[in-house]
Every structure is written in C-alpha cells, then in structure tokens.
C-alpha cells in the first residue's frame, strides 16, 4: 500500500511520516516555497504536478487541521480549493481511501459537561481561522464521499497534545493508533466520523466509538 501524506513540514506531518514509513510505502508533500529532496513541493493547483503526486497512490493520510500558516485567504484557500484540487486528481488517478484528520475543537465553544458523540453537529468558531478551516476542509472530503469517489475515515482528533492536565489531549500513542488502525480497517462506508482521544481525568469528549473500531484510547 503506498500512502501520500499532506503538510509534511508541520509537526502532525513530521509524526505521521516518522511512524506510518516504518510499515508502509510512503510519499509526502507540502506547499512549500523551497524545493526539497525530503517530500514533494506541491501548490495543489488543477495540473498536471498535482496528477503526478497522486499517481500510484492507494490511501491519502490528509492534515486537514494545524498543518499549514499564512493569513486568512491562503489558509481557506488551501483548505477547500487546494482540497478539492488533490481529491479530483486523486479520484481521476483511482485513489480509493482518504483518511482525514480534523479536530474536537470543533465543538470548543460548548460547555464540557455535554456528552458530545459523533452525531452531533459541528460549532467552529468563526474567529478561529484554523478551526473554520478544519470544518471547511471536511466539508469538501464530505461531498466526494457522498459522490462516492472515496472511502473517507475522518478523524477529529483531541487537542493540546501530550497535555495529561488537558480534559481534551491525545497522547502521541493514541493518534498514531489511530490512524493506522483506521490505515488497516475494512472501512465498508463511504463517510465515517471517529471522535478520538486519551484517557485523561474528567476526559472531555466520549470515545466508545473509537475504542470500539480503533481500539483507541487503550
């Protein structure tokens, strides 16, 4: 299985090569200006470098949340035009699965003694560029699934990582579980949302979902 990686420069990036290169067959690529031997310098633009990067690829890990800076229009640009631009190549080139990571803090702004699942519908706060981004972005990798282009596990993962103080933190451990026990699942559904994060004291956010179908937290 050869897996593409976006945002291969920010941290998420940096953990999820680290990680999924030592059992998998793995390419990255990032927007970055400067040319690298590293991973794959791509703009995402409706082209043919774009139809390059995908091809041979069978499963796009995709940093739908905190793997990219710059100011407002070029976050939201990169997150619904670049997005779609990736997925259309992707679609073209045969790509079956896309595994998208996005964040609770979709649901910040709600008080923490709600018991939020899965079924619940996203809050982003709009002042928060990121986090309207991360809803932006699953909203593209939403309608390819609903056109059945893909299989799209999206992962809306904990925040203030390694933070055991946090009642919202996922462990390293646990994220890269995560992801590569969603990598190995016989995912049948063309949209499936998982809410993860560690077991912490007062932990926020319940997980029974993905203890169940990742085995995450332990």
């Keep these: 299985m ?18 999924l290169s030592q059992d998998f067959e793995t390419t990255s690529t990032d927007v ?20 390059n990067l995908v091809d041979g690829v069978d499963l796009i890990v995709n940093v739908g949340y905190g793997g990219q800076s710059g100011d407002n229009r070029k976050l939201i640009d990169y997150h619904t ?20 990571l996005s964040t609770l803090k979709l649901y910040e702004s709600l008080t923490e003694n709600l018991a939020i699942t899965e079924n619940w519908a996203t ?9 309207l981004c991360a809803h932006l972005c699953e909203m593209v990798v939403k309608e390819f699934a609903r056109d059945n282009k893909f299989q799209v596990t999206n ?6 990582t390694g933070d055991k103080e946090c009642s919202s933190t996922i462990t390293d451990n646990d994220f890269i579980h995560a992801v590569k026990s969603s990598i190995n699942s016989n995912q049948n559904v063309p949209w499936e949302v998982i809410h993860v994060q560690s077991k912490v004291p007062n932990q926020r956010f319940i ?3 993905s203890k169940s179908v990742l085995g995450v937290p332990e």
């Design 81 to 100: 035009r670049c997005i779609y631009n990736l997925l259309t190549a992707a679609n073209n080139a045969g790509v079956k699965r896309v595994i998208n």
């Design 155 to 160: 992962l809306r993962l904990g925040f203030n």
């Design 123 to 131: 809050q982003p706060n709009p002042n928060d560029v990121n986090v």
């Design 2 to 19: 050869k897996i593409l990686i976006t945002c291969s420069t920010s941290v998420t990036g940096k953990k999820l090569l680290e990680s």
């Design 32 to 51: 970055s200006d400067s040319n690298s031997d590293e991973f794959s310098v791509c703009q995402l633009d409706h082209d043919q470098q774009t139809d």
């Design 207 to 209: 997980t029974r979902y």
